[in-house]
């Protein structure tokens, strides 16, 4: 509903306040015009013409610029409005004017030298996406298997591709070339792969790089799809075929445990929910999507033998009535964090989570803004991005809540400490009537100093000990 209103709206408003600039007829052709052009260049630029793409590129721009500058001028307009009528009606001359017409032509004037000042600093800024870095600490339990299975791990994560006529090659060639240096255990793909026919891909020679950059990944390329497979979908495109095709593992509503074997992590991709809307496939609920899974008695209890990640397009969060174990760690896409002025201010009170590292539904989760951008290609107030995650895994102790790894063969445990310490202490505990008060005396002082030196010396080990057990200890690869 919200996208057949808002346009309806946006057009209404640009009319009415367009018209103004200038009167009769040519009012309402110079009103007329960009509204035309803008539906226009939605419908053309599915030819794939990079001509058309352009034309939409600054229409939609335009359009987002002038109508937040015709709202504020309306509202100021009708203040004023009211305040001269309060003058009016205290007997004030009141002086026709054209003051709304010369402010309508200095808006519209204002709104496409703003729109060329986005497009002049946004289109270099995306096309250099940023590389960001994160570290994800992975909490799992011993009681299912031993530390020496626990592997640290990395991926690097990217969400909305979005390739169309004005995407370009070179940015996917980086990407492949950065990830080939990384090489990563996983590439994680977030959904939102094309938004043209994968019969164009083909045609335009992706399949190769497509394979290429799941190449990279040491044990496996993972994808999910987004909102936009579903338009590409309702249009013949098989765009989830196209990535199977080239390497990847395509998740809709499953989950994959990688490697087979000894599985190093889990991944739950869910369906998107504008796909299970429209071709009304209801999305399973997470417990489904568990109990399903290869390492189901694992991922259902509290505690994981194996991370758990959750891939989800949008950050809609968890269901509410979900009452088990929570993934790991959760990655989406879809918002862009807001792409340009002013969508990067609105879309913090659109999304709990609009964009970064956060909790939702009492998960770790992390949202990326994209490594490129729908329609037009222009980031200003929000970047493009790809994530390299560094997933460490810790072992955590059922009963006592201490994190475990290995441990050290040169380390004593303490509780052989204790009793070597308490056996020690008894045997110099010196005690005989034939000993004269002096010799007791400095066999008590001797005593005490060597009780000291042996506390000092156990503590010293205890702390060396602690730290291969304490704190922020990382299971061994």
Same mark, same amino acid.
Request: hydrophobic share 45%; proline share 5%.
């Given at each position: 509903?919200?996208?057949?209103?808002?346009?309806?709206?946006?057009?209404?408003?640009?009319?009415?306040?367009?018209?103004?600039?200038?009167?009769?007829?040519?009012?309402?052709?110079?009103?007329?015009?960009?509204?035309?052009?803008?539906?226009?260049?939605?419908?053309?630029?599915?030819?794939?013409?990079?001509?058309?793409?352009?034309?939409?590129?600054?229409?939609?721009?335009?359009?987002? &610029?002038?109508?937040?500058?015709?709202?504020?001028?309306?509202?100021?307009?009708?203040?004023?409005?009211?305040?001269?009528?309060?003058?009016? @009606?205290?007997?004030?001359? &009141?002086?026709?004017?054209?003051?709304?017409?010369?402010?309508?032509?200095?808006?519209?004037?204002?709104?496409?030298?703003?729109?060329?000042?986005?497009?002049?600093?946004?289109?270099?800024?995306?096309?250099?996406? @940023?590389?960001?870095?994160?570290?994800?600490?992975?909490?799992?339990?011993?009681?299912?298997?031993?530390?020496?299975?626990?592997?640290?791990?990395?991926?690097?994560?990217?969400?909305?591709?979005?390739?169309?006529?004005?995407?370009?090659?070179?940015?996917?060639?980086?990407?492949?070339?950065?990830?080939?240096?990384?090489?990563?255990?996983?590439?994680?793909?977030?959904?939102?792969?094309?938004?043209?026919?994968?019969?164009?891909?083909?045609?335009?020679?992706?399949?190769?790089?497509? &394979?290429?950059?799941?190449?990279?990944?040491?044990?496996?390329?993972?994808?999910?799809?987004?909102?936009?497979?579903?338009?590409?979908?309702?249009?013949?495109?098989?765009?989830?075929?196209?990535?199977?095709?080239?390497?990847?593992?395509?998740?809709?509503?499953?989950?994959?445990?990688?490697?087979?074997?000894?599985?190093?992590?889990? =991944?739950?991709?869910?369906?998107?929910?504008?796909?299970?809307?429209?071709?009304?496939?209801?999305? @399973?609920?997470?417990?489904?999507?568990?109990?399903?899974?290869?390492?189901?008695?694992?991922?259902?209890?509290?505690?994981?033998?194996?991370?758990?990640?959750?891939?989800?397009?949008?950050?809609?969060?968890?269901?509410?009535?979900?009452?088990?174990?929570?993934?790991? =760690?959760?990655?989406?896409?879809?918002?862009?964090?807001?792409?340009?002025?002013?969508?990067?201010?609105?879309? @913090?009170?659109?999304?709990?989570?609009?964009?970064?590292?956060?909790?939702?539904?009492?998960?770790?989760?992390?949202?990326?803004?994209?490594?490129?951008?729908?329609?037009?290609?222009?980031?200003?107030?929000?970047?493009?991005?790809?994530?390299?995650?560094?997933?460490?895994?810790?072992?955590? %102790?059922?009963?006592?809540?201490?994190?475990?790894?290995?441990?050290?063969?040169?380390?004593?445990?303490?509780?052989?400490?204790?009793?070597?310490?308490?056996?020690?202490?008894? %045997?110099?505990?010196?005690?005989?009537?034939?000993?004269?008060?002096?010799?007791?005396?400095?066999?008590?002082?001797?005593?005490?100093?060597?009780?000291?030196?042996?506390?000092?010396?156990?503590?010293?080990?205890?702390?060396?000990?602690?730290?291969?057990?304490?704190?922020?200890?990382? %299971?061994? &690869?």
């Amino acid at each position: 509903m919200f996208f057949l209103i808002f346009p309806i709206t946006a057009v209404l408003v640009l009319y009415l306040n367009i018209r103004k600039v200038a009167t009769g007829n040519k009012g309402v052709l110079i009103a007329g015009l960009p509204i035309i052009l803008t539906f226009a260049s939605f419908f053309l630029a599915r030819s794939n013409s990079q001509i058309f793409a352009a034309v939409q590129c600054f229409m939609v721009i335009w359009l987002c &610029q002038a109508l937040w500058m015709y709202l504020l001028w309306d509202l100021f307009f009708g203040v004023r409005f009211v305040w001269k009528k309060l003058r009016a @009606k205290k007997g004030h001359p &009141q002086y026709r004017t054209n003051f709304f017409r010369n402010g309508s032509r200095a808006i519209l004037a204002a709104t496409v030298l703003l729109t060329a000042g986005l497009l002049a600093y946004g289109i270099p800024n995306h096309y250099d996406y @940023k590389t960001r870095t994160l570290e994800v600490p992975v909490t799992l339990h011993p009681s299912f298997v031993a530390p020496s299975s626990f592997r640290n791990f990395k991926a690097v994560f990217f969400s909305d591709l979005h390739i169309d006529p004005l995407f370009k090659k070179e940015k996917l060639e980086r990407l492949i070339a950065q990830c080939d240096s990384i090489k990563p255990d996983f590439i994680l793909f977030g959904g939102d792969f094309a938004d043209v026919h994968d019969s164009v891909l083909t045609a335009e020679g992706y399949d190769p790089l497509i &394979q290429k950059l799941a190449s990279t990944a040491r044990i496996a390329a993972v994808a999910i799809e987004g909102n936009h497979e579903v338009y590409m979908e309702r249009s013949g495109s098989d765009p989830a075929g196209f990535l199977r095709r080239n390497g990847w593992i395509v998740l809709d509503d499953s989950t994959a445990c990688l490697p087979a074997r000894k599985p190093t992590a889990c =991944f739950t991709g869910r369906r998107d929910f504008q796909k299970a809307r429209v071709f009304n496939e209801p999305r @399973k609920t997470l417990e489904e999507l568990a109990v399903g899974s290869p390492m189901a008695e694992s991922l259902t209890n509290k505690e994981h033998d194996v991370p758990w990640i959750l891939l989800d397009h949008q950050p809609k969060g968890i269901e509410d009535e979900y009452g088990k174990s929570r993934p790991d =760690f959760a990655l989406s896409g879809h918002t862009h964090d807001g792409q340009f002025f002013p969508g990067n201010i609105l879309i @913090k009170w659109i999304w709990p989570l609009a964009y970064g590292e956060g909790t939702l539904s009492e998960t770790h989760w992390l949202v990326s803004s994209g490594v490129d951008s729908w329609g037009p290609p222009v980031r200003a107030g929000s970047d493009t991005e790809i994530w390299i995650l560094d997933f460490k895994t810790i072992m955590k %102790a059922e009963t006592t809540g201490r994190l475990l790894t290995k441990r050290p063969r040169a380390v004593l445990s303490a509780d052989s400490l204790i009793r070597s310490t308490q056996g020690l202490q008894k %045997a110099m505990k010196i005690e005989s009537p034939e000993i004269s008060p002096e010799m007791k005396a400095e066999l008590d002082s001797l005593n005490k100093v060597a009780s000291e030196n042996l506390k000092n010396e156990m503590d010293s080990l205890e702390k060396d000990f602690a730290k291969s057990i304490t704190g922020d200890v990382r %299971a061994v &690869q």
